[in-house]
């Protein structure tokens, strides 16, 4: 049996038929023979100034003549507006609908650079490079966090959005548009990407077409798990740091991505060697029926529905009372196609700690409005337990929250948020008249949040619905597989595994994925048929995808290993 180890801040896997690249001299003494047209795409928010001095010294010392050519001189004067979200009323000073721009209609016509002379090189480069029609594609990447990182500190060059080559950052331009935008285009252009470059260190990293597809055909069909990092926020903790071992960027650990999409990386490359960072998002678009399975994939196109995330309060505080859109105004106002149910299960919890959920029974909708527009136009305290229920956080425990039900984790807390994938939108109605770091309150949308609150579910229906009780599905020698929390109204639900030390429970993921993460003991083995094994410790969450199939889980060390399990349902 593999002994128990650690969490692992930098997990990573082998890539196939190729290796990865560090610096640039490999990609450019690779670059065919003959004049060629070069084309450097990716995200606005890079230092593409750097970039394409790097590429073009590179191709230089290789003995060849380089001319450069940045398409976001050639963006048309209206390129801002045309990938612009669809207009929102002009009183919305938090949120926008996901722009359905294209990155084409950033030109009123793609330059068509021509062949250079002999051997020399055309580099194209920027945002949209790839629609020039060159003779070779690299994209070159820089994670996300990196760029929320960047544009919320007001940093530059790396600061800029798209159509604002130069300008200030700006976070709703990034989230809003360029992602939705540049995501897009990035995955259309994914299958046909010649090289595949990591710039998040100063020595970029890269990895050619074909290794990057078979490493992704191969990955997509195994489990695997995603590089992980941890946010800083007012409300944060210290539990990641004491616990994990991560070093907080701005004092604690609030918020750990574990799961999330739309932001996720899964690192490729030997562990002492360079690694680069490919999106969890392109086995989705490459592969969206090994990963999603055939079910999923019908109801969720390409967009992986369910992320898992740690919030962290453990000597910190609480959360803000918020809620999420309801369906119907997800679709209708925001423009995402399903909306944002959560679940919090308790994985480690302070004495006296608790999770705010639900109504009370007594709760007044329209008191509550007049208290939340009293703070925040006089920082008056908000009786928030008058109107929303306190429960006891006890570890174990899972609490459901659906799209519209007012919730916050307490201070005290370390939850795991299982939860749907769309993350952009809490309404928030309270943040306890906190502050951030630049002495600002936070922005309380209570607009959104009280055209969404669910006055319906309240008093003894929130715990009967909300606070479940276990309930065994199957069970066997030494293990048995609980339905945790479960409702109608929610995609997907949440299962609990509970295994004995030295025990095996056989599982399946019968055509659609599984996420699982170890909430107690010290970890576990999981196996396919395939004869694939991955280990996986305390806290850590690993992707199960639909092409496994049959696969066993087994306990490692001496003690009862529980792991939290979800899955989309039939609907």
Not at 37 to 48: E, F, K, R, T, Y
Not at 171 to 184: E, G, K, S
Not at 242 to 250: K, N, V
Not at 366 to 389: C, F, K, M, N, Y
């Amino acid at each position: 049996m593999p002994a128990s180890r650690s969490y692992d801040p930098l997990p990573s896997y082998r890539p196939v038929a190729g290796e990865v690249a560090g610096g640039w001299s490999v990609p450019a003494a690779d670059l065919p023979l003959g004049p060629l047209v070069l084309a450097v795409d990716g995200p606005a928010a890079l230092d593409w100034t750097a970039l394409a001095d790097g590429v073009a010294d590179a191709v230089r010392s290789a003995g060849r003549d380089v001319a450069l050519l940045d398409v976001r001189d050639h963006y048309a004067a209206a390129a801002d507006e045309r990938v612009a979200t669809a207009p929102v009323p002009a009183d919305d000073p938090f949120f926008t609908p996901l722009s359905r721009g294209e990155v084409a209609d950033l030109f009123d016509a793609v330059p068509r650079p021509g062949r250079p002379g002999r051997d020399g090189v055309t580099v194209v480069f920027g945002p949209g490079a790839a629609l020039c029609g060159p003779d070779v594609l690299w994209y070159a990447d820089l994670p996300k966090r990196y760029a929320e990182a960047a544009v919320a500190k007001g940093e530059l060059p790396i600061g800029a959005n798209l159509g604002r080559p130069g300008e200030p950052g700006d976070l709703v331009r990034l989230f809003y548009t360029d992602w939705p935008v540049l995501d897009r285009h990035r995955d259309a252009i994914a299958g046909r990407v010649d090289r595949w470059i990591d710039v998040q260190d100063a020595r970029p990293a890269s990895l050619d077409g074909a290794a990057l597809r078979g490493t992704l055909a191969h990955l997509a069909r195994g489990p695997v798990r995603t590089r992980p990092y941890f946010n800083s926020t007012p409300w944060g903790g210290q539990w990641a740091a004491s616990e994990l071992g991560f070093t907080p960027r701005a004092g604690n650990t609030a918020l750990g991505y574990e799961l999330i999409a739309p932001e996720a990386g899964v690192l490729v490359g030997e562990k002492d060697g360079p690694r680069v960072e490919l999106p969890f998002q392109l086995l989705c678009v490459l592969h969206p029926r090994e990963m999603l399975g055939e079910d999923a994939h019908r109801r969720f196109g390409t967009s992986f529905p369910i992320r898992f995330d740690y919030l962290d309060t453990v000597g910190g505080g609480n959360l803000s009372l918020h809620l999420h859109p309801r369906e119907q105004y997800m679709r209708e106002v925001f423009g995402w196609p399903y909306t944002q149910h959560e679940t919090y299960y308790v994985t480690a919890a302070e004495d006296g700690a608790r999770v705010l959920l639900g109504l009370t029974e007594q709760a007044d909708v329209e008191t509550l409005r007049s208290q939340v527009e009293d703070s925040i136009a006089h920082g008056t305290p908000v009786p928030v337990e008058d109107h929303v229920q306190s429960h006891p956080a006890t570890v174990g425990q899972l609490f459901m929250i659906p799209a519209g039900t007012p919730h916050a984790s307490g201070a005290g807390n370390l939850v795991l948020e299982v939860s749907a994938t769309p993350y952009l939108y809490s309404l928030r109605l309270y943040d306890w008249l906190r502050k951030d770091a630049r002495g600002a309150s936070r922005p309380l949308p209570h607009r959104h949040g009280f055209a969404n609150l669910d006055t319906g579910r309240r008093g003894a229906d929130v715990v009967k619905d909300l606070v479940q009780r276990p309930r065994t599905l199957r069970a066997g020698e030494g293990w048995r597989e609980e339905v945790v929390g479960a409702l109608p109204e929610m995609f997907y639900a949440v299962h609990r595994l509970v295994v004995a030390p030295d025990a095996e429970i056989p599982d399946d993921t019968a055509g659609r994925f599984h996420i699982l993460n170890v909430a107690a003991g010290e970890g576990a083995v999981i196996e396919t048929d395939d004869g694939r094994t991955h280990t996986l410790a305390f806290a850590e969450t690993l992707t199960v995808p639909a092409a496994v199939g049959a696969y066993r889980v087994r306990a490692v060390g001496g003690e009862e290993v529980r792991i939290v399990k979800a899955l989309v349902v039939e609907p």
